[in-house]
């Protein structure tokens, strides 16, 4: 639900293209700590390769922040095509959970969740 609004507040304030997003990809984070987990993600978009050309959205409160004692944060990646997503996470998704501060967090990786 979350991801569903913030998908519709970016498409309704920047028109670029992406209203029309072929491919998304959703990355969420785990930690003990809502600061850690935020800055996990914070140092991931500060790693994407240059002229990546997807639109990133967040890092982001998990609709359920807290859970178990341990905060949830999300990152959505939005692609025109899915061959242009793949290309850059082929890339990237290895040196995101290469980062120190990704030691300690559980990272996952999800292509076109469902409900997006």
Known sequence: MVICLLLA???????????TAQSCCLIRCEGK?????????????AILPNGHNLAVLGPIDAPMSKKNSRYHVQLLLLGKNRQQLHHVLNQWWQPVLALPNAKYL?????IDPVGW
């Open 33 to 45: 700590t809502l600061a850690a987990t935020t800055q996990a993600l914070k140092d991931a978009i």
């Open 9 to 19: 507040s970016y498409c309704k304030s920047v028109n670029d293209g992406f209203t």
């Open 106 to 110: 559980k990272l996952t990786l999800d």
